[in-house]
């Protein structure tokens, strides 16, 4: 009897489409190969075979890296995006600022301190003197 293994994590499983790749990896590899071989037989007869493979080399690479790469189950372009937002697009300086509850409640108390100053008459505060009674 043959035992088949079943992953446990059903969300990192993908459909292959065909030569067991997905659909992704289909459209790159078509991508590289039309790319690579159309730079080949355009440079071949006027900068050599082996430039020409050279190029054809530098051209496919990218494609087949969008194709391959994943990193904790997100493409490289993904990838991409995320290191130019971090890096150029976003600040490099976020403070840390945190909501202080006991600073609040502080100040909520020192207000409510004052109001009831206020309220029996004896605030002592400079800018809030009694004014002169004119008679």
Known sequence: MAYVPVPKDLTKVKTKVAFNLTKRQLIF??????LGLLLFFLLKNSAGTSLAAMVMIVV???CFLFAMYEKHGQPLEV?????INTKFTRPK???YQTQNFYAVLERQAKLEKEVSAI????FKKG???KPRSRG
């Open 79 to 83: 990838v991409i995006r995320n290191i």
């Open 93 to 95: 300086e976020r403070p």
């Open 119 to 122: 309220a029996k008459g004896n």
């Open 60 to 62: 496919m690479l990218p």
């Open 127 to 129: 800018a809030a003197k």
């Open 29 to 34: 590899f078509a991508a590289a190969l039309a």
